[in-house]
Antibody, heavy 119, light 112 residues
């Protein structure tokens, strides 16, 4: 069965960096694009970033463009989110999600990892 | 920031029917992009509920149904049950500059 498990969250000071990981299993990882989606405490869902199945293209929400970088290691079935110059408004639960390519939706989600940006 | 608008809350008694609207614009739903729905139970990750406007993944009860028309979509829950109490989000694809994938503002369903 498809499983996605995020890790790497924690408390970080404003302006610092953090790297999240998402370990995938139960499907052929190299065939699927992957996303990061976040949810601030008590708020709604916000799409963050997308990486194509082969890593050749990446896309970002305006709110993180230039500060966050999504990447993947298909040999390790893992997708990453490098977050630089973190701000208080980046505080959220970060979810990894698999892309369903034909209709552009998220068919499987991980349980999420909490990132808190605070001094 | 969300570009799809949903009512903050809806409620109903067990067995009743409730509907949740999702209003978009010409850069997303109005362009013809499909609408998808997710259910988020308290303290858990979102789960796919409806895809492609009106399709249910395996395991989702047929009490849940979706539709799309013009720049809007809706989710209906018939025969409301206590375990349906959750947050519900619509999602679509968007061609504006702010982001490719957009979510609704979210609706809290309360079973009275």
């Amino acid at each position: 069965q498809v499983q996605l498990v995020e890790s790497g969250g924690g408390v970080v000071q404003p302006g610092r960096s953090l790297r999240l990981s998402c370990a995938a299993s139960g499907f052929t990882f190299s065939n699927f694009a992957m996303h990061w989606v976040r949810q601030a405490p008590g708020k709604g869902l916000e799409w963050v970033a997308l990486i194509w199945y082969d890593g050749s293209k990446t896309y970002y929400a305006d709110s993180v463009k230039g500060r966050f970088t999504i990447s993947r290691d298909s040999s390790k079935y893992t997708v990453f989110l490098q977050m630089n110059t973190l701000r208080a408004e980046d505080t959220a639960v970060y979810y990894c999600a698999r892309d369903e390519p034909s209709l552009s939706f998220f068919d499987y989600w991980g349980p999420g990892t909490l990132v808190t940006v605070s001094s | 920031q969300s570009v799809l608008t949903q009512p903050p809350s809806v409620s109903g008694a067990p067995g009743q029917r409730v509907t949740i609207s999702c209003t978009g614009s010409s850069s997303n739903i109005g362009t013809g992009y499909d609408v998808h729905w997710y259910q988020q139970l308290p303290g858990t990750a979102p789960k796919l509920l409806i895809y492609g406007n009106n399709n249910r993944p395996s395991g989702v009860p047929d009490r849940f149904s979706g539709s799309r028309s013009g720049t809007s979509a809706s989710l209906a829950i018939t025969g409301l049950q206590a375990e349906d109490e959750a947050d519900y989000y619509c999602q679509s694809y968007d061609t504006s500059l702010s982001g490719l994938y957009v979510f609704g503002t979210g609706t809290k369903v309360t079973v009275l």
